[in-house]
């Protein structure tokens, strides 16, 4: 018996990462799910690699849906529903940088990280609460981070993700009575291809900015994708029915300094 037997789940940029290691736990833990990316192929190859998708009955899907764009989001949803049976839980995980000091950073830089994070994770929710409504069962799980409490070249992205609170605290109010739990993880640094093009962009070796990372944190090491995905299997479980609303801090303790 695993603890998503019979579950659907979406996750948004799960064709690498964060994604899909929350992907995997939840197809390891008996879920179908439905792999979302903005490219089909790499999101196909990412669905067929998880955990039961070779088993007859089990049938996991990848499809292309770029989540800032409104038609491609409802499009993507109706198929999950039409293809896998339903939906019962959202993770809101796609993601991308575009740091640059303010006075640096384009209309550009801006508007492309708040049309991801905020307006994806907004439209991907629209689309799947009518569902979640109508079933009075859903789960909805939002990325932050802790570039929420401010985080030097990152205006737009910090803004955003601390976006990604007000909306989980505001969806904890209207969608709670009816059977939803909205909540989110914020990270702290996860080794994935995200950070390694940060270490990029400021000229350091990959591993020499993991191990930065690593003696900095109270743990002294960095994030695995399957910390985040731990933490996300119980916020979207049913042992987790009575938090709503909440952000759970993943981070190693790298606040507490
Ligand atoms: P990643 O860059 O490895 O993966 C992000 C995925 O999102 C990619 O597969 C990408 O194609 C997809 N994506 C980007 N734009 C999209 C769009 N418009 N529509 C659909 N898919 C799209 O990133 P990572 O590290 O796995 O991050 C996942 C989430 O976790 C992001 O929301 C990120 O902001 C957040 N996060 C990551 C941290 C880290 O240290 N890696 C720390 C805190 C938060």
Redesign the pocket.
């Known amino acids: 018996m695993g603890r998503f037997d019979g579950r659907i789940a979406v996750v948004?940029?799960?064709?690498?990462?964060?994604?899909?290691?929350i992907a995997q736990r939840f197809a390891q833990e008996g879920a179908r799910v439905a792999v979302?990316?903005?490219?089909e192929s790499?999101a196909r190859k990412a669905a067929a690699a998880l955990p039961g998708a070779d088993r007859p009955k089990t049938s996991h899907l990848g499809l292309a849906?770029?989540?800032?764009?409104a038609a491609s989001v409802e499009a993507a949803v109706e198929r999950v529903v039409s293809e896998l049976g339903g939906i019962h839980i959202l993770v809101?995980?796609?993601?991308?940088?575009r740091d640059n000091l303010l006075f640096k950073m384009s209309e550009d830089d801006w508007d492309t990280v708040m049309?991801?994070?905020l307006r994806?994770a907004f439209l991907m929710t629209r689309a799947a609460q009518k569902h979640f409504v109508n079933q009075k069962y859903g789960k909805i799980l939002n990325?932050?981070?802790?570039?929420a409490l401010g985080n030097r070249g990152q205006a737009n992205?910090s803004a955003a993700?601390m976006g990604i609170q007000g909306f989980t605290r505001t969806l904890g109010l209207e969608l709670s009575p009816f059977g939803i739990n909205t909540n989110a993880v914020?990270?702290?640094?996860?080794?994935?291809?995200?950070?390694d093009?940060t270490a990029n962009r400021l000229g350091v070796p990959v591993e020499d900015f993991r191990k930065m990372n690593a003696e900095a944190n109270p743990v002294r090491r960095v994030?695995a994708?399957e910390d985040?995905a731990a933490a996300a299997a119980f916020l979207c479980s049913d042992e987790a029915s009575y938090i709503t609303g909440q952000t759970l801090y993943v981070d190693g303790g790298a606040r507490l300094d």
């Open positions: 948004t940029g799960a064709a690498r990462g964060i994604g899909y290691a979302i990316d903005l490219d790499a849906c770029d989540v800032a764009d809101n995980n796609a993601g991308v940088t049309g991801v994070h994806g990325l932050s981070s802790v570039s992205y993700k914020a990270p702290g640094f996860i080794a994935t291809e995200m950070t093009a994030g994708p985040i």
